[in-house]
């Protein structure tokens, strides 16, 4: 039976909830003694491939008063889970041979932050604000025209755009097109990594010769990114594609023997991204998706000012997932328990 790796001596759970800067050639030293102590071996000699999907453990999510910091029902969810994650990569450094940490990397002008809308009145909405079909037909909100030349795109054709964005995310079952506050802005602290776990992917490559490989998602102006794998609407009103599915990635996660999946939030980007892996499984090779595993306990949802509480929506998408034979799983659950076999 395999032992799970003790947790460095430079891990200290108490700073997963802040930023500071990780010393790059300390750590590189530590590592590479950490792996020779403890007889870790480069990826290349796995027998069994497992990877780590990480959806966009940023700062703007993760550390409490940034931007969107996704505090969950208990009000420090992604603290609490990252800890769990930072964790299990530590005691897992030999089991995980990939780690893919998507990048949530957005601009002010994009179509679910305030500045992209106003009233009648020059107002623009407030965060969390919920835009629909009717709210669109009703010039409840327009498209801020002072945008336009610096963007490249017409009025109205935004206009027009608009009320197709909004039929078409209501057609497809999704979440209306919702404000945001400002958020993973690219180039700023917030988009960063969050400094833990920042830290143990480091030290992951340079233990196991490793390199991650990050998947950057969200900087279209014109659609939400959800999913790692493409985003909310794929066409605009003339069929001119807005962005497409993240083949790609897919086909990569498709060579490992296993892929695990964490990340904030379980109500968005977590779940979009399985879901889309899901679909894309479905259709290409159904018998694949019991190589799915879920870290439900380095996932929260959702749950905003104002009563919008994410937390059922979530639960529901996750126990879909399971029924399609997707797993469910406890990061501080020993892994021999529900990976099949693991890295030699």
Not at 157 to 171: D, G, K, N, Q, S
Not at 281 to 301: K, M, W
């Amino acid at each position: 039976m395999r032992n799970s790796l003790p947790l460095p001596p430079h891990y200290h759970p108490e700073r997963v909830g802040q930023v500071w800067r990780v010393p790059y050639a300390q750590r590189a030293v530590e590592a590479e003694d950490w792996a020779a102590r403890h007889n870790l071996q480069p990826v290349v000699e796995d027998k069994t491939r497992v990877a780590l999907l990480a959806v966009d453990v940023q700062n703007t999510f993760c550390i409490p008063d940034y931007e969107l910091f996704v505090g969950g029902r208990s009000g420090q969810g992604a603290v609490e889970d990252n800890r769990r994650l930072c964790e299990f990569v530590y005691r897992n450094l030999d089991v995980i041979s990939q780690v893919f940490p998507t990048l949530d990397t957005h601009a002010a002008a994009q179509i679910f932050h305030p500045l992209f809308f106003t009233n009648d009145a020059g107002e623009h909405p407030a965060p969390y604000t919920l835009i629909t079909m009717q709210d669109i037909e009703q010039g409840v909100w327009h498209f801020n025209a002072t945008l336009a030349s610096t963007l490249g795109l017409s009025p109205a054709y935004v206009e027009e755009y608009l009320l197709h964005y909004t039929r078409t995310l209501a057609e497809a079952g999704h979440y209306a097109l919702t404000v945001w506050p400002y958020h993973a802005m690219l180039g700023s602290i917030g988009h960063a990594l969050a400094p833990a776990f920042e830290e143990a992917l480091f030290f992951h490559e340079i233990a196991r010769h490793s390199q991650p490989d990050f998947q950057v998602k969200g900087n279209a102006v014109l659609t939400e990114d959800y999913s790692a794998l493409g985003p909310e609407v794929t066409a605009d009103q003339h069929g001119r594609p807005i962005g497409g599915f993240n083949r790609a990635l897919f086909d990569k996660l498709r060579t490992f023997d296993a892929v695990l999946i964490a990340g904030q939030a379980k109500s968005h980007c977590v779940a979009w991204t399985v879901q889309d892996l899901l679909d894309a499984l479905l259709e290409h090779a159904p018998d694949e998706t019991g190589r799915y595993y879920l870290l439900v306990d380095c996932t929260s949802p959702v749950v905003a000012p104002g009563g919008i509480d994410y937390t059922e929506i979530a639960d529901a998408a996750f126990a879909r997932f399971a029924a399609a034979g997707m797993h469910l799983v406890r990061s501080v659950d020993p892994v021999e328990r529900w990976l099949p076999q693991r890295s030699a």
